[in-house]
């Protein structure tokens, strides 16, 4: 059950970053794309992405 009126801190800095950059939406499902978007879709992995080499890696580069 949702309490209308209510905003907590959370949603209300992330609804001014938002408003204030609407450019982060279009960004980050270009990078949502990159790994789960379909393969040959514009932005999309390719058919040929290895998820775990790239996982990996990142994860080596986390230390």
Known sequence: MKVKGYVSEFEEFFGHLLAD??????DQQK???IWWGPPGEPGGRTAGTD?????????LSLG
């Open 21 to 26: 950059h609407p450019e982060y939406v279009a």
């Open 51 to 59: 998820r775990r080499r790239a996982d990996t890696a990142l994860l």
């Open 31 to 33: 990078g949502w794309n």
